[in-house]
């Protein structure tokens, strides 16, 4: 996506306008987008599929389930009615986990606006399907939307958002026009949004990079230091920039905050709970006590290591440290084993020729 004249105007870049924002969702990200949303001034109204969820933000002002710590203002309001909701936005957040996403959004077909823009905040890849939330909307929405999709990823935990750290995202579309009402009306001094068409990227780097997350986070369990985490960082973007290029993206976009960006985020950042729950695994716990413990939050990698590791097959695509994670999650392998056979593997040239010639072009 090219820059555009605007790109280079003067003055703040920065709208004033304020629209009425749907959020599909009050987990902790949907709560954030919400309460950000909010106070940038936008009418906000957000679904929530637990009854004390939307209570304890109108009464109390607080998602005290899934971002408790953080008042919410009396402006920001909350439905069980997901039709209510999917009408409000003129820019409608879908903030799912993956594997309810379909399910949610075929609820609000026919409530949606005509001029509403969708947003997919999710992160992560089906198991049986290996389809991303791109590829669910799409079967799912009527053609007339398809064009009025946009998809918001980058290093952004949900908490750090609350507390009003600075934050950047990317927003990528199809349509150039759509990513630009999504930047206009997202970005504030405090959270600032870029964007791209490269839809793909986007959504295979913040799908992909919450197992790399899980690798980096047992790595450090072990106590296998910064060169092992390093190591890993590296040779899992590696990973993920093949995958995404044989998708059709561009290797770009991984170098950009959907991929290294959010991988530097979830890979050494101690909010990350994907990267928590590989920290338990390394010290020896099982995984189910490890989810057990989340009551209800989720960590989408434990489901993506599966599709990743599917996706690398079904591509023929050698990725180890993939491979590995899905061994130790879903096989029970033992990760100083997978380590040792990893770095035994025959020596090769560290840039791929694929990814070398997408660069290039
Ligand atoms: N938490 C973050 O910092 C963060 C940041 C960026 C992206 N994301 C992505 O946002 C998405 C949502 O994550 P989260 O952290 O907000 O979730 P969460 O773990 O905080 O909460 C779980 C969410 O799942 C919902 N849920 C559970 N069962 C459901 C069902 N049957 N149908 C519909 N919804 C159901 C809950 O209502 C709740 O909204 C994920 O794809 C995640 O990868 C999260």
Same mark, same amino acid.
């Given at each position: %996506?090219?820059?555009?004249?605007?790109?280079?105007?003067?003055?703040?870049?920065?709208?004033?306008?304020?629209?009425?924002?749907?959020? #599909?969702?009050?987990?902790?990200?949907?709560?954030?987008?919400?309460?950000?949303?909010?106070?940038?001034?936008?009418?906000?109204?957000?679904?929530?599929?637990? !009854?004390?969820?939307?209570?304890?933000?109108?009464?109390?002002?607080?998602?005290?389930?899934?971002?408790?710590?953080?008042?919410?203002?009396?402006?920001?309001?909350?439905?069980?009615?997901?039709?209510?909701?999917?009408?409000?936005?003129?820019?409608?957040?879908?903030?799912?986990?993956?594997?309810?996403?379909?399910?949610?959004?075929?609820?609000?077909?026919?409530?949606?606006?005509?001029?509403?823009?969708?947003?997919?905040?999710?992160?992560?890849? #089906?198991?049986?399907?290996?389809? &991303?939330?791109?590829?669910?909307?799409?079967?799912?929405?009527?053609?007339?939307?398809?064009?009025?999709?946009?998809?918001?990823?980058?290093?952004?935990?949900?908490?750090?958002?609350?507390?009003?750290?600075? &934050?950047?995202?990317?927003?990528?579309?199809?349509?150039?026009?759509?990513?630009?009402?999504?930047?206009?009306? %997202?970005?504030?001094?405090?959270?600032?949004?870029?964007?791209?068409?490269?839809?793909?990227?986007?959504?295979?780097?913040?799908?992909?990079?919450?197992?790399?997350?899980?690798?980096?986070?047992?790595?450090?369990?072990?106590?296998?230091?910064?060169?092992?985490?390093?190591? #890993?960082?590296?040779?899992?973007?590696?990973?993920? &920039?093949?995958?995404?290029?044989?998708?059709?993206?561009?290797? #770009? &976009?991984?170098? $950009?905050?959907?991929?290294?960006?959010?991988?530097?985020?979830?890979?050494?950042?101690?909010?990350?709970?994907?990267?928590?729950?590989?920290?338990?695994?390394?010290?020896?716990?099982?995984?189910?006590?490890?989810?057990?413990?989340?009551?209800?939050?989720?960590?989408?990698?434990?489901?993506?290591?599966?599709?990743?590791?599917?996706?690398?097959?079904?591509?023929?695509?050698?990725?180890?440290?993939?491979?590995?994670?899905?061994?130790?999650?879903?096989? $029970?392998?033992?990760?100083?084993?997978?380590?040792? !056979?990893?770095?035994?593997?025959?020596?090769?040239?560290?840039?791929?020729?694929?990814?070398?010639?997408?660069?290039?072009?």
């Amino acid at each position: %996506m090219a820059a555009t004249a605007a790109d280079h105007a003067g003055g703040t870049g920065l709208s004033s306008e304020r629209i009425k924002i749907g959020v #599909l969702g009050g987990g902790a990200w949907g709560t954030a987008l919400a309460l950000h949303a909010a106070r940038m001034g936008h009418d906000v109204l957000l679904w929530a599929l637990e !009854k004390e969820v939307a209570q304890h933000i109108n009464e109390d002002h607080e998602n005290k389930n899934f971002l408790p710590g953080f008042p919410l203002p009396e402006s920001l309001r909350a439905s069980n009615d997901i039709k209510q909701v999917a009408a409000h936005g003129e820019i409608l957040l879908m903030v799912i986990p993956t594997p309810f996403v379909e399910r949610t959004v075929s609820q609000v077909v026919d409530a949606v606006r005509k001029d509403a823009i969708l947003v997919s905040c999710t992160k992560g890849i #089906l198991n049986d399907t290996l389809e &991303t939330p791109n590829h669910i909307l799409k079967r799912v929405l009527p053609q007339h939307l398809h064009s009025r999709l946009a998809y918001l990823s980058g290093p952004s935990f949900a908490a750090e958002v609350a507390k009003e750290n600075p &934050t950047a995202v990317t927003v990528a579309s199809e349509d150039d026009a759509v990513a630009q009402r999504v930047q206009a009306m %997202m970005s504030s001094p405090r959270f600032r949004c870029y964007r791209t068409h490269d839809v793909t990227g986007v959504e295979l780097g913040g799908a992909l990079k919450n197992v790399l997350a899980i690798a980096c986070g047992i790595s450090d369990g072990l106590g296998f230091g910064s060169n092992g985490r390093a190591a #890993l960082i590296t040779r899992g973007l590696d990973e993920i &920039t093949r995958l995404a290029v044989h998708s059709g993206a561009s290797p #770009l &976009t991984l170098a $950009g905050l959907a991929g290294v960006g959010d991988i530097v985020l979830t890979c050494t950042g101690d909010l990350s709970r994907n990267r928590s729950v590989g920290v338990r695994l390394g010290k020896g716990e099982k995984l189910a006590d490890i989810t057990a413990a989340m009551k209800g939050a989720v960590a989408e990698g434990v489901l993506t290591s599966r599709s990743a590791h599917h996706l690398a097959l079904k591509q023929g695509i050698e990725c180890p440290v993939i491979e590995g994670i899905y061994k130790v999650i879903h096989e $029970g392998a033992d990760p100083v084993e997978v380590v040792t !056979k990893n770095m035994s593997r025959p020596l090769k040239a560290e840039v791929d020729q694929r990814v070398a010639q997408a660069a290039h072009h």
